[in-house]
């Protein structure tokens, strides 16, 4: 299960989230407004080693090395 980041456009909260599936709706825990998914944070492969080429941005990213 991926530890993801969020960012709540109503309240301004960001916050990590464990999700099942990164297609998950995520509410925001402070206003229950519905949250997107913030791809500004640290992005790590499956080995736990931080990755390079990773713009943390899955539709777009080739895969983690």
Avoid: H, I, W
């Amino acid at each position: 299960m991926p530890l993801l980041q969020y960012f709540c456009a109503d309240c301004n909260l960001r916050f990590d989230e464990l999700v099942k599936n990164f297609k998950d709706p995520v509410v925001c825990p402070r206003c229950g407004k519905k949250a997107e998914r913030s791809y500004s944070g640290e992005v790590y492969s499956a080995t736990g080693k931080k990755t390079v080429r990773c713009s943390g941005n899955c539709k777009t990213c080739g895969g983690c090395k």
